[in-house]
């Protein structure tokens, strides 16, 4: 193997690994956003209703 076909594998590994770690943290910042919606619909819906006979 030549050393441009080298670098040429090398550079692939590289971009899967880049394209990896990203597909990975989206799904982490999808994950948590959804988490936190989530937390905030619950939050909403177990809420005591405001008294009204003050």
């Known amino acids: 193997m030549g050393a441009l ?5 090398i ?5 899967v690994l880049v ?3 990203a597909i990975a943290f989206l799904t ?3 994950w948590i956003a959804s988490a936190g919606f989530r937390r905030m619909r619950d939050d909403e ?3 005591l209703p ?3 006979d003050r």
């Open 11 to 15: 550079l692939a590994a590289i971009g």
């Open 50 to 52: 405001e008294r009204t």
């Open 5 to 9: 076909e080298v670098l040429i594998w």
């Open 45 to 47: 819906a177990t809420q």
């Open 28 to 30: 982490l910042l999808v």
């Open 19 to 21: 394209l990896l770690s």
